[in-house]
């Protein structure tokens, strides 16, 4: 189960409304608590529509940007605890190629945009034997 | 040498809950070996099945990317940082873009495909992106037929076939995805038959209809690449601009007589046809393989090449025939190789293309490509039932045989002197001006060229062309004479 607020959530929905048609993308910052649990703290926007160079690239989030927003959550004591993504007039699924490029225990939340704005957000967290995705719970606070 | 392992957060519960973990090793793999060897549910979130490295996992020593450095091999100092890094990927967009996560293999399948598999070069990734992976096979003739037969063999998941003609007792010779059983049958129903009794286990996909530019951009659009085996010169341009306009390599083979050739043209990396090939040959320069004639092997070998580069280009090899082109004599039994320049100049693939859209390719080639006599309002035509009732009533009619003497032995019309092509100006005293002449080949083409000839060297008599040739002989006058 992922916690976020209200406020993170419409943030989310934001920017993947703003990068439309283009995909969003940012981290998740905040603690991993007992049980697998995670409480985001803050979600840190990562691409600003990047056009044609990016929709070539492979992957949304560098590793040197993850190792920046890592940096970032240890100076806070916290730590990313998974990322967000659009999937421009795609559902909000993960495809099989999400699950080849992805570890377990993060969070996966995805959110379809479409030209009259953004529909389904969820989360997923893949299974710990790679096989699949399965849908997180993600429990909304009014405030952390 | 004694490092540092961080161990990223969502991996601890892999590695007994610890942050950090120091190894002795040599080298960034040695350290990464023992690491996940100690915590083995660990590798399979870094390495795949090949146990490579994933490739969204990068690893850092002391916030250097080894791939920047010597890779795996990169080597350690005491005191040194291994940092796990994961790249995160995209979803939708960038998915249609690198296409479809790869299929999985059956138990029948790896069985079947096992003396691919155990070649690294292949192995379970390259079997699985050959099913990933759709091929359009224009013609289903002697290029096309090892061209299917093998890629259906070798596992490629979805073929297109475009043809339109049906198998006739001619195609045998070399086509040998027809059997005698065909005969009569729609050349696409027979070779879907073929494909799909050496594998089951793909797709095959058949589209009658000939090839033109209203259809080739839609069929193209749904394929990864097209492997022509056409044998005219407008469906060749046609499936060259059509390539290069929707962005797919093309693997071109052609034949004729003892000759072949072979090329992967691909504008994004190289040469494309109209870069070799400018402008198509003179109309009737250049004879087809029905005209000229082909040794019946050949178009196996050139396919099975046409095959090989197609396989190769799906399994990302390197060495693949692009700005090449091979020349294969299977009289001499000799390869030769041209080194092929993409040409800025291009029309379609150059850096000011003119053409940005299909055109009308028999025009561009000066011909009706699919008429095989060429009409000429000038040329003066008799069908072969006219010429034989005039025969039978006795009119007074020389009957000139411009083939080659070899198929003069294999059928000829009563009471006619046989003189080949390429001497008919030099022997055109032994034709008598003051009787009518009907001139006759295989199926009008050569003998419409030969009065052509004739009467530019000056022949003053009257030039008749049997229209449809011998051929049309047999079909309408007396089967006895054999076709060929």
């Known amino acids: 189960m992922i916690t976020l607020n209200q406020e993170q959530l419409n943030e989310i929905r934001a920017h993947g409304e703003r990068d439309y048609p283009f995909e969003c993308c940012g981290l998740l910052i905040g603690r991993f608590e007992n049980g697998g649990q995670k409480t985001v703290v803050e979600a840190y926007p990562i691409s600003n529509a990047r056009e044609e160079e990016a929709k070539r690239n492979r992957f949304l989030i560098q590793p040197e940007e993850l190792m920046r927003g890592e940096a970032f959550a240890r100076q806070h004591k916290l730590d990313v605890v998974g990322f967000y993504h659009s999937h421009p007039d795609s559902p909000a699924v993960p495809s099989k190629y999400d699950l080849e490029h992805a570890w377990p225990t993060y969070s996966y939340i995805i959110v379809s945009t479409g030209s009259t704005g953004s529909g389904d957000l969820f989360s997923w967290e893949m299974e710990e034997d790679r096989s699949r995705f399965n849908s997180e719970e993600i429990r909304i606070t009014d405030s952390i | ?484």
Not at chain 2, 59 to 88: C, F, Q, W
Not at chain 2, 245 to 259: C, D, H, M
Not at chain 2, 265 to 277: D, Q, T
């Open chain 2, 1 to 484: 040498m004694a490092v540092k392992i961080s161990i990223p957060a969502p991996l601890r519960q892999f590695a007994a809950g610890q942050s950090e973990i120091e190894v002795e090793a040599k080298t960034a793999g040695e350290a990464l070996d023992l690491l996940t060897s100690s915590h083995a549910g660990l590798r399979r979130h870094l390495f795949n099945d090949q146990n490579v490295l994933r490739n969204f996992v990068n690893i850092y020593l002391n916030d250097e990317d080894i791939r920047h450095a010597s890779g795996p091999s990169t080597p350690l100092k005491d005191g040194d940082t291994i940092m796990i890094v994961p790249a995160i990927a995209g979803g939708a967009v960038t998915e249609a873009e690198i296409g479809q996560a790869l299929p999985e293999l059956s138990n029948e399948e790896i069985m079947r495909y096992s003396r691919h598999l155990i070649m690294p070069e292949v192995g379970m990734q390259g079997q699985r992106r050959l099913k990933a992976a759709s091929v359009l096979m224009i013609g289903t003739g002697g290029l096309g037929a090892p061209v299917g037969m093998y890629l259906a063999a070798a596992g490629v998941g979805r073929i297109g076939i475009v043809d339109f003609d049906v198998v006739e007792e001619s195609n045998l010779q070399r086509q040998i995805i027809h059997g005698t059983k065909d005969l009569g049958r729609r050349k696409i129903e027979s070779a879907r038959d073929r494909l799909r009794d050496i594998n089951p286990h793909i797709e095959i996909e058949t589209h009658e209809s000939r090839l033109s530019s209203h259809n080739a951009m839609r069929l193209f659009k749904n394929y990864d690449i097209v492997v022509d085996g056409t044998d005219n010169f407008p469906t060749r341009y046609l499936v060259n601009d059509a390539c290069v306009l929707s962005g797919k390599p093309n693997v071109y083979g052609s034949i004729f007589r003892f000759e072949g050739q072979s090329s992967v043209f691909w504008a994004e990396r190289g040469a494309c046809y109209r870069c070799l090939y400018p402008e198509p040959p003179p109309p009737g320069l250049v004879p087809s393989c029905a005209e000229g004639g082909v040794l019946g092997v050949l178009p196996g070998i050139v396919g099975a090449i046409q095959a090989n580069e197609t396989i190769k280009i799906i399994l990302g090899a390197d060495d693949i025939l692009v700005n090449r082109l091979l020349l294969f004599d299977a009289w001499g039994m000799k390869f030769r190789e041209f080194k092929l320049r993409k040409d800025a100049n291009c029309p379609v693939c150059g850096e000011n293309p003119t053409v940005t859209e299909l055109i009308d390719y028999e025009e561009f080639c000066g011909m009706a490509a699919h008429q095989a006599p060429v009409e000429d309002t000038t040329l003066e035509e008799i069908t072969a039932s006219d010429l034989n009732a005039r025969r039978l009533r006795g009119d007074q009619i020389q009957i000139i045989d411009v083939r080659e003497p070899h198929e003069f032995e294999i059928a000829r019309l009563p009471g006619t002197r046989l003189i080949p092509l390429g001497h008919v100006v030099a022997r055109m005293n032994e034709i008598d001006p003051e009787v009518e002449t009907v001139v006759h080949c295989k199926g009008g083409v050569r003998s419409a060229k030969a009065i052509e000839a004739l009467k530019r060297a000056g022949f003053t008599g009257r030039l008749i062309n049997l229209k449809g040739g011998i051929t049309a002989w047999s079909d309408e006058v007396d089967p006895g004479v054999a076709k060929y």
